[in-house]
């Protein structure tokens, strides 16, 4: 028995699909855990399957996915193998989710009020007046001025931040173990999106919650979390604590996609930058052996072949020594 | 007024006001942009900073003639707008978007795309617009094979890289780029910034970049121009915009940008409060409920654009 919140051990996921008799292979042996009250971030390109993990873990992947794991724990539910009933006490309740765009995760037809009582009335055994106090107290505690007056609001009368303090209010509402945050600031301002993140990082000390914080912005990671874990095309390439990931990444992706940033490092103003050549490989084209290979400059002919495995952290078998230039 | 040879561009006091109507209601003025001055020089790039609804993309719309101005004077290389017969006008002035998926005929190859800009303003035939659209689709980085296919073919990049090649089809003097590589993830990003880079060297383009993405702007730029709610703020030089920062809205957002090799560990600075309506602008500094350093006066009045170590700065604080 281990004290971890979250134990994922060789998660896979696959897509059936009629037009194609072999499945899509979206997320292969990825393996983490997570302790209750910290904050990981996920950093990765759209195919990496940052979003798809955090869909299984919620059970809302529909049924063309076949999810296989040697381990799925979470609190100690094996999530992959609870009853449906089971499932939906955990996800909203226990696990909690916001999404990238506030203003479509919210149903315009309804107002915010409607929407926090349904959350918290399916998970708590409270009467209704009661879900309203509560609202009102979440609101307040989210930042949002003059919260009873915003209860009658639908979510067009709100701005895009506001929108992202609502679906903040409804995830805590429940006192969840886990939040998912996924892009929660993508769509918004940097000062908008700072306030958000900073309101984040505050519950997660204040409400000992565990965090899991996907985004494709290392610098949002490195300010806000401790751990981080780097995704390409499905896989788990590179994992660790963020300050020493930043300063010193071993796989050549990551160290490309850092160093590939507009003031990463010192450079010339208007001078090329660092690049990856390449694009992402499509799910039906996935290569052999490393997923990285025909975009890496440090390839070798064993990175063709067979699968790789995660070692001290990096999935790769020539890392990269030395620091970020 | 002094028009050097070097400024191809020049706005002088724009003013832009969308009108709301509703029925038996009065009718509301939004003023989108708001005694806008600044010009553009041969080859150089100037970069546009601002959040969501400062007014940079209406001033991309308007700057391109897609929305027609209230107010002010543009003059495009000593002519002035209205002067300006279209096709003249289309051959010195293109634009980029920012969504390379919305802004692509789905149903046109990408060989018509880029060969659009020449079928509407000039008179060149098909089979030398055919090898004008090849050598430009190749300085791009696009493939022969690609000139039949139709966009859901491409990734983001190289849909970004269609954009830019059509713009340029028609040998512009200037670019207008709006968030071009804001739709794209972070590693080809890269890639298609250092295109902009090279084809601005060689095509001598003078770029008018704008991003909400300060690392970019500020790898771009040789100039900046920081705008909030529909009014320039802060107009400088790079360095003098990002080292010495005088508007506290400039600081701000400076300093409210994730960064990963942030010097100091202080992270205390949030700024309070969202943006107000522009329907309902305060009468004062437009910046000044959010302002940690606001005072009475900046309630009163609006500041204006002043000369203060050497930029110029909208703010009264400011030394």
Known sequence: MSDNLLDIKDLNIFFKSDKNPEPIHAVRDLSFSLKQGEMLGVVGESGSGKSITNLALMGILGDSAVITAKECKFNGHDLLNLKEKELQKIRGGEIAMIFQDPMTALNPFLTVEFQIVETILAHLNISKSEAKNRAIE???QVGITSPKERLKSYPF???????????IAMAISTGPK???ADEPTTALDVTIQKQILTLIKSLQEKNNMSV??????LGVVSEFSERVQVMYAGELVETGLTKDLIKNPHHPYTYG????RPGAVERAPKSPLASIAGIVPAFHQRPVGCQFNPRCEAVQADCKIGNIKIDNGVRCLHPMKGALK | MKTSIDQILKVDSLHKTYEIKKLFKPTLKLNALSDINFHLDKKETLGIVGESGCGKSTLAKVLTKLEARTQGEITLLGKKYDEILAEEFHSKIQ??????????????????IIADPLVINTKIEANERRDLVMAMMKKVGLRDEFALRYPHHFSGGQRQRLGIARALMLHPEVLILDEPVSALDVSIQA????????LQLEFNLAYLFISHDLSVIQHMSDRILV???????EYGTRDQIFNNPLHPYTQILLESAPKTNRANENQAIVVKGELPSALNLPKGCAFEPRCPFATAACKESVPLLEIKQGREVACFEAR
């Open chain 1, 138 to 140: 979440l609101l307040a």
């Open chain 1, 157 to 167: 009368e709100l701005s895009g931040g506001m929108a992202q303090r609502v679906m």
């Open chain 1, 178 to 180: 886990l939040l998912i």
């Open chain 1, 212 to 217: 899991i914080l996907v985004t494709h912005d």
């Open chain 1, 257 to 260: 996609l850092l160093s590939s």
């Open chain 2, 95 to 112: 634009m980029v978007f920012q969504d390379p998926y919305q802004s692509l005929n789905p149903r046109k190859k990408a060989l018509d």
């Open chain 2, 191 to 198: 890639q298609v910034l250092n295109l902009l880079l090279e």
């Open chain 2, 227 to 233: 705008m909030y709610l529909g009014r320039v703020v």
